[in-house]
């Protein structure tokens, strides 16, 4: 029986948000929400904001903090959120076994 388990979150994606908040003002925490939209159907939200919200899980190292909010969290279920850095840039993406399909930019899916 396959559980349903929270996103993890990759050592070198709390690495990174570290980087980033040294070179910031305040720590912030990474914000990765589902949103209706996108070619595929749905898009992944990925930014930086200053607050917990009453309803989000709290995935936590070295004090570094990525929040997912309780609507998008069923679409999360098992996902990999991490950086990844190539010659065409960096960024934080999500592995996502949910999705039956992605866009080639990987920043919207369907299920």
């Known amino acids: 029986m396959d ?5 993890k979150v990759t050592d070198r994606a709390f690495e990174r948000l570290a980087e980033i908040n040294c070179a910031a003002d305040g720590a912030q ?3 990765v929400a589902v949103e209706g939209g996108g070619c595929s159907g749905f898009q992944y939200e990925i ?30 279920t098992n996902a ?6 190539e010659l065409i840039g960096a960024r ?13 930019c990987g920043t919207s899916f369907s299920m």
């Not at 559980?3 to 996103?7: E, F, R």
């Open 3 to 7: 559980l349903a388990l929270p996103p």
């Open 29 to 31: 925490c990474l914000r």
């Open 47 to 76: 930014k930086l904001e200053d607050s917990v919200a009453e309803d989000d899980m709290v995935l936590e190292k070295d004090g570094q903090k990525v929040l997912v909010d309780s609507v998008s969290l069923p679409f999360l």
């Open 80 to 85: 990999v959120i991490d950086f990844s850095q």
């Open 92 to 104: 934080f993406v999500i592995e996502n076994p949910n999705a039956t399909s992605s866009c080639g």
